[in-house]
């Protein structure tokens, strides 16, 4: 089931929106620094995240998908969003450093064909980063806000997600550990459930955010022999000898 653009504008004008926006954005900015002179790509609704980076970076383009609708971004200034097939980008090989995916692989009905698009995209070395829901989590089971939509996720299913797309996992986190209320006793402690959560690395968190490099090569299964017993062979036809049956 695809979110609706517009839903997710208003989640993230709300209070808990602004909380999640700022939890998420602060592991996404320690991850990848100020990204001088890279090209970065958000797929999904990322642009609350890729904001901090428009300064430094060489280029920063925001790709919705088109079963999800596409808004105006940045606000000012020339459009850097367009809607697109996500399975189907309209970018040539090998052409973007970073891609951060928020709102689109939980929600993508193919999302092996999307982790196969981004790869194809990505420079040799590329990194990727995965922000996705919890299904450990309190976010995954309340349906009020975005991160409650789509397919959550295991650690390990991400993982094993990534490796099959030729992904190589290199750090992981998790984050929005305060429950996705929108009270204002919830949304004062915020803070203190993110640190305490963060600090002790506790299981529980809202959504994953897992960073993995592209693989340039395929690594080549080895398969182990196997010795097989060749069946007992028949002759089809026996010679008959001459003169063998008649009177």
Known sequence: MALDVVDLRSFYASPLGRVAQRFVGTIV??????????????IGYATPYLASFRTQAERVLAFMPAEQGVVNWPENGPSASALVDATCMPLPDACMDRVLVVHALELSPSPRDLLSEIWRILTPGGRMLVVAPNRRGVWARLETTPFGQGLPYSRSQLRDLLREALFSPIHEAEALYVPPFGRGLFLRTAAAFERIGGRFALPGGGVHIIEATKQVYRPIGVRKAVRRRLPQLEPALAPTPAGFGRD
């Open 29 to 42: 900015r320690d991850q990848w620094g100020t990204c001088a002179g890279q090209a970065i790509l958000g």
